[in-house]
């Protein structure tokens, strides 16, 4: 019998999945415990339409992650810090504070995760950082640290 599970089911498949399961399992299990539906015409309608959505909301958020890394590439981020004599910052400057500087500074809300800095700038000067905005979508942003 087929059907479509409603749920990961561990050693038989994952959710949103046609599997092929025999009669019983399916009568006396699958089915009454809601763990899946049988794969009629309706059902399986309902299922492509829902892969249909979920592969155009994807698309969606790629296409505004690539727009976004377009705007990020035109700007250059000013990041103020304290900084002794010798150029040497107090701290450093880490992927928080690039996330909040962009959100103050351009508006874009962009999640420090996202935000590839190896390792804190601890100079003042012009740098490159990564952002990973989407899978497969990413992009160089120019940072100055400048002196308060």
Do not use: C, H, W
């Not at 399986?44 to 249909?52: G, I, P, Q």
């Not at 700007?75 to 690039?98: D, H």
């Not at 420090?112 to 990973?132: A, D, M, R």
Request: proline residues 2%; hydrophobic residues 35%.
């Amino acid at each position: 019998m087929k059907v479509i599970l409603l749920d990961n089911i561990k050693g038989v498949g994952k959710k949103d999945e046609v599997i092929n399961a025999s009669d019983g399992y399916a009568r006396n299990y699958l089915l009454p415990k809601k763990l899946a539906v049988e794969a009629n015409a309706e059902n399986m309608s309902k299922l492509n339409n829902k892969k249909d959505a979920n592969q155009y909301k994807k698309d969606m958020e790629k296409k505004s992650a690539e727009e976004l890394i377009q705007k990020l590439k035109g700007i250059l981020l000013k990041v103020k810090v304290k900084a002794g004599e010798n150029g040497k910052i107090f701290g450093g400057v880490t992927s928080k504070e690039i996330s909040e500087n962009l959100k103050a500074q351009y508006g874009y809300d962009i999640d420090k995760k996202k935000i590839e800095v190896k390792e804190p700038i601890k100079t003042l000067g012009s740098f490159q950082v990564n952002v990973k905005l989407y899978e497969g979508v990413f992009g160089p942003l120019k940072i100055q640290v400048i002196s308060e």
